[in-house]
């Protein structure tokens, strides 16, 4: 996900977005537990992405 098309997104959008991001991390957890998760990496590129939407988050609020 790109930083540009975070910013553009309004706060309330950003807040539904962050709660499946964090769902869809949940499920990718429990995968890798039962090993039915293959690219591990994508848990990697999700952290960032939620920490991408956070930090945007915070820096609208503080406007």
């Not at 039915?36 to 994508?42: A, F, G, P, S, T």
């Amino acid at each position: 996900m790109d930083i540009k098309e975070i910013r553009n997104k309004p706060l309330s959008e950003l807040n539904h977005l962050l709660g499946e991001l964090r769902k869809k991390m949940d499920d990718l957890k429990f995968k890798v537990y039962q090993n039915q998760l293959k690219n591990v990496r994508e848990i990697r590129i999700l952290k960032k992405d939620i920490a991408k939407i956070l930090t945007i988050i915070s820096e609208k609020n503080k406007e």
